[in-house]
């Protein structure tokens, strides 16, 4: 909970600076602001049972509770110029095919439904590759803003998975490099949820919370997908330098219209998943980020050597 949600106010008795609390200022409650909270009832309500305030203090937040993300994003309205399908190419010279123009609108729509509708299935994961220094980062970093994180860890402890992502709308797995089983499944499942089954604590009763992010990824490495059942689920793109629009300079200006499109999008109730045609293209670039094997090779080698030595001529 954020204080500015709590007090509606520009500042509270234990604060030091004027805009400390104010509605611009999203501070979370600390350990210090409840010790404040507790002594500022006993002072001047004679109050000493914490267990009280807390209750009620709880209570209080509860009823005037509000999404600012879903604020921020109701008051966006597009000026019908198209940039959603284009984003990659126009900031990170992505090839223009029909694959790279279909997976950044079904993300960027997803983003936006998983606002509107938390929960709503989204099993997949789209992964830039390319370069240090190109901004990719960067680009996830503008369009997910203070709801953006790269801090998101993806363990088998679900608390602790869901900490690191709660409040947050765009979650960033920065650098993958090759997947081990064990951590190809563990993603597998968290990309399958779409739920967070959760208790905080001091808390009684575990909640099942309908999760409102998705996952985006980024990696430097050629070779990064090793689960052959779970590779459809990542949607790889190679970038480049030299877009037509720079991502550090340009992509903060066009932010929200990028967003109010794919809010557009999402109002017009397309789906978020890919057609059979586009898997089939999908599944063709996923394949070039497979590890190899070495055992693979040597023995496709050798069958292409032994083929050669045992055809007959024509002569």
């Known amino acids: 909970m954020t204080i500015s949600a709590a007090f509606k106010a520009k500042g509270l008795p234990w604060s030091q600076k004027d805009d400390e609390y104010s509605t611009t200022n999203e501070k979370m409650m600390s350990d210090g602001d409840f010790k404040a909270l507790y002594n500022y009832f006993h002072d001047n309500y004679g109050i ?3 267990g009280v305030i807390d209750n009620s203090f709880a209570e209080f937040c509860m009823s005037i509770q509000h999404n600012p993300l879903l604020d921020y994003l109701n008051g966006l309205q597009w000026d019908g110029v198209k940039r959603v399908d284009t984003l990659l190419i126009d900031y990170q010279n992505a090839e223009d095919t029909i694959y790279t123009r279909e997976v950044t609108r079904k993300t960027l729509t997803a983003l936006i439904r998983r606002a509107y509708q938390p929960g709503v299935k989204f099993d997949t994961c789209l992964i830039l590759k390319g370069t240090q ?3 990719k980062s960067t680009l996830f970093n503008i369009l997910g803003g203070q709801w953006y994180t790269d801090g998101i860890q993806i363990t088998n402890d679900a608390a602790q998975t869901y900490e ?5 709308w ?3 797995l920065g650098e993958l490099t090759s997947l081990r089983k064990t951590e190809a499944e563990r993603l597998k499942s968290f990309f399958v949820a779409q739920y967070d089954r959760y208790r905080s604590p001091y808390s009684k009763n575990v909640m099942d919370i309908p999760r409102m992010c998705i996952v985006v990824g980024t990696t430097n490495n050629e070779q990064f997908l090793k689960d052959i059942t779970g590779n459809r689920r990542y949607w790889p793109v190679r970038v480049f330098d030299g877009g037509k629009k720079n991502v550090f300079c340009d992509l903060a200006k066009e932010r929200d219209q990028i967003l109010a499109e794919a809010k557009v999008i999402h109002e017009s109730g397309e789906p978020i998943f890919l057609i059979r045609e586009i898997e089939e293209m999908a599944a063709i670039v996923q394949q070039e980020f497979v590890i190899r094997d070495a055992w693979a090779d040597r023995i496709l080698n050798y069958l292409m050597y032994t083929e050669q030595i045992t ?3 024509n002569c």
């Open 48 to 50: 000493y049972n914490t």
């Open 133 to 135: 220094g190109l901004g």
């Open 164 to 168: 690191s992502h709660r409040g947050k």
């Open 170 to 172: 765009l979650c960033e």
């Open 311 to 313: 055809t007959p001529s």
